[in-house]
C-alpha cells in the first residue's frame, strides 16, 4: 500500500496561485486512481478533482471546474493540483488519496490510503 504526502500548501492572496503535490512511496501507486480532496472545520470532507491511472480521464467538482488543474508524473510518483484564481471560500485542508482500483471516485470512503493532508489558505 502506498503512502502519500501532500506539500506545497500556505497562505496566498485572494487571485494567486499555488501547486499542490502529492508524493507516493510504495509499489501500487502508478495504478491508481488519485483524488484530491478538502475540509474545513465541521464539515464534510469534500471531492475537488481526480486523475486515472495514465492521467487520461480527470474530473473536477463544480467549485474549481476551470480553476483548478490535476495532474500526475508516475515516473516520480506524484500527483499535482494546481489551483488558479484562488477565493477565500477556497480555504481548507487538502487530501490527496489513493484507490486500488482505477476508477475516479468522488466519495471518499472509496479511496484506500490518504495523506495527512496541507492547509491551504487564502486571504481576502
Known amino acids: 500500500q502506498a503512502q502519500l504526502e501532500e506539500s506545497g500548501g500556505g497562505l496566498v492572496q485572494a487571485g494567486g496561485s499555488l501547486r499542490l503535490s502529492c508524493a507516493a512511496s510504495?509499489?501500487?501507486?502508478?495504478?491508481?486512481?488519485v483524488g484530491w480532496f478538502r475540509q474545513t472545520p465541521g464539515k464534510e470532507r469534500e471531492f475537488v478533482a481526480g486523475?486515472?491511472?495514465?492521467?487520461?480521464?480527470?474530473q473536477y467538482s463544480d467549485a474549481v471546474k476551470g480553476r483548478f488543474t490535476i495532474s500526475r508524473d508516475n515516473t516520480k510518483n506524484t500527483v499535482f493540483l494546481r489551483m488558479d484564481s484562488l477565493k477565500p471560500e477556497d480555504t481548507a485542508v487538502y487530501y490527496c488519496?489513493?484507490?486500488?482500483?482505477?476508477?475516479?471516485?468522488?466519495?471518499?470512503?472509496?479511496?484506500?490510503?490518504w495523506g495527512q493532508g496541507a492547509q491551504v489558505t487564502v486571504s481576502s
Open positions: 488519496a489513493g484507490r486500488a482500483v482505477n476508477a475516479i471516485a468522488t466519495i471518499p470512503g472509496r479511496y484506500d490510503y
Open positions: 510504495g509499489r501500487t501507486f502508478t495504478s491508481a486512481a
Open positions: 486523475i486515472s491511472q495514465r492521467g487520461a480521464l480527470t
